[in-house]
């Protein structure tokens, strides 16, 4: 059986479901299986790029580059 069939086959059963404790019990192994596969796409940065951004956000400061949070909150208002 491949993958498209037996996803159909699990929301068929899964719609058969009376049980709000079962419902629950797979929403939660859903939503963290969903996020463990995002951690695995998630890519740190290292040292080197790390110190860069600092570098260049200490230089956008200094050279008054930047938004206040407030003149943040009013754009989106």
């Keep these: 059986m491949n993958i498209e069939a ?3 086959e699990f929301i068929q059963e ?4 009376q049980s709000e404790e079962a419902i629950s ?3 939660k192994m859903l939503k963290k299986e969903k996020d463990t596969s995002d951690e695995r796409l998630f890519k740190p ?3 080197d790029e790390l110190n860069k951004r600092i570098d260049k956000s200490e230089s ?3 050279n ?3 938004k206040t949070s407030s003149e943040l909150l009013a ?3």
Excluded: A, G, V
């Excluded at 899964?14 to 479901?17: A, E, G, N, P, V």
């Design 6 to 8: 037996r996803k159909i």
């Design 64 to 66: 008054n580059r930047f």
């Design 25 to 27: 019990k797979l929403e």
């Design 45 to 47: 940065m290292t040292i």
């Design 14 to 17: 899964f719609l058969k479901l």
């Design 75 to 77: 754009k989106y208002e």
């Design 60 to 62: 956008d400061f200094k």
